[in-house]
């Protein structure tokens, strides 16, 4: 076969992209900027294998305009310059601008991304990068500014059994088999919502058929993958089932099994920093108030790693792994602003009570801006009672704690001063 099954299956047109209807849908934002013919440069967020790369290439011949294409791994900021000189070139008057597609953005350095903005900002090259890793974090802010940001979906069970049906009915090899998909359990459960990997799957196990009839079992899929455990994850997607296993161990509390996945990370040559910024997140996440020195020590390994490089980051990694393994958990801060957050997407702009405003002008103080309120340091133990919530929600409770050490005395002191209302 001259490419692999997920290359031949990938589709040309919107109306054969299979998944993220929220963006491409009918009506959908990304859709119909695409069928304006009108696009502005964009980030494509989303975990691998669900079709940002694909999504590029469809709208470039949608519009029909010159698709350039870099990959953040082996590209330099003379290759950006080339491509954008190229893409002055190629620009006629009142024609939409070049597509210049960047994957795995995420990897472009500071000065990589510096080398973009004027041709972004300046309309000479429209941008649409793709990034598994959050831009947030990644992208530099001014570029950020001049992007919109679309956030793709892991594909859901009837979106990968879909394009399984469309694999063994219109692959030009595959439909010359009889394959009967009995049972797709493991299938979809292996392929975690990433279309790449379920075609990888499929096609593995079609092949070690070799001529004959498939009827695909769960028992089928188990016996090939074992048989041939990295084939089915030809680009690396088992690094994100790794990391997963990785926090997923701290969460757990067992020691050995993360720094067995933090091994796997770094023999597999994985970015210090990436590792290190998920234990930042797990000791936020996972630990939170149950051990507030967990985020202390995390963001003290993350320092380390970028003062002293590698190998010897590896050792404050280690360390704080097994400490935020072996500590007390608690996602109550977690759980907290995400109550909070959706508290605020039910109720809206709610008034700030008028005791709590600020108040720099006369006007304001003669409206009743600050009127009433008291001053904490001027009471006992720092502390008086009044309201902070607006008022539909005064009786509303966010943060609840959880029964560890910590937590209990945190609890403890509100319910001291706040009475009933921490009793819930």
């Known amino acids: 076969m001259s490419e692999p099954l997920a290359e031949r299956m990938r589709p040309k047109t919107l109306d054969d992209y299979v998944g993220q209807k929220h963006l491409v849908g009918e009506g959908a934002v990304l859709r119909q900027m695409i069928d304006t013919g009108r696009i502005s440069s964009f980030l494509l967020w989303g975990p691998p294998g669900v079709g940002k790369t694909t999504l590029a290439r469809i709208i470039a011949n949608k519009l029909d305009t010159p698709f350039y294409t870099l990959s953040a791994v082996t590209s330099g900021v003379k290759d950006v310059r080339d491509v954008i000189a190229k893409a002055k070139e190629s620009r006629f008057f009142n024609t939409a601008s070049p597509i210049l597609f960047i994957d795995e953005i995420h990897r472009f350095s500071k000065s990589q991304q510096d080398s973009l903005l004027g041709a972004v900002e300046q309309g000479v090259v429209t941008l649409i990068g793709a990034t598994t890793e959050n831009p947030s974090f990644e992208v530099i802010r001014p570029l950020l500014s001049r992007c ?53 799957i499929l096609e593995l196990v079609v092949e070690s058929e070799g001529k004959n009839d498939v009827v695909i079992t769960d028992d089928l899929v188990v016996n090939r993958l074992q048989q041939n455990p990295l084939a089915y994850d030809k680009d690396g997607e088992m690094h994100y089932d790794i990391i997963s296993a990785f926090i997923k161990s701290i969460r757990g509390s067992d020691p050995d099994a993360a720094l067995y996945w933090m091994a796997r990370m770094i023999e597999g040559g994985e970015d210090p920093q990436f590792i290190a910024r998920r234990l930042v997140i797990s000791a936020s996440e996972d630990i939170g108030l149950a051990n507030p020195n967990a985020l202390l020590l995390a963001n003290a390994a993350f320092d380390a790693v970028m003062k002293i490089g590698w190998p010897e980051g590896r050792i404050p990694l280690a360390e704080a792994v097994v400490y935020l393994a072996t500590s007390a958990k608690s996602n109550s801060s977690y759980l907290g602003i995400d109550a909070a957050l959706e508290k605020v997407r039910q109720t809206g702009n709610l008034p700030v009570p008028l005791h709590l405003r600020n108040a720099p002008t006369k006007l304001m103080k003669q409206l009743g801006y600050h009127d009433g309120y008291k001053y904490s340091h001027d009471y006992p133990e720092h502390f008086v009672q009044q309201q902070y919530m607006p008022d539909e929600l005064v009786n509303d409770r966010l943060w609840h704690a959880q029964p560890n050490a910590v937590e209990t005395k945190l609890k403890d002191r509100m319910t001291r001063f706040w009475g009933d209302r921490y009793e819930k």
Not at 155 to 177: G, S, V
Not at 183 to 199: C, F, Q
């Open 148 to 200: 919109q940001l679309y956030v793709l979906k892991s594909l859901e069970q009837d979106d990968l059994l879909e394009l399984l049906h469309k694999a063994i009915t219109t692959d030009i090899y595959l439909k010359e088999r009889r394959i009967e998909l009995k049972e797709t359990g493991t299938m979809l459960r292996y392929s975690g919502g990433d279309a790449r990997k379920l075609l990888n």
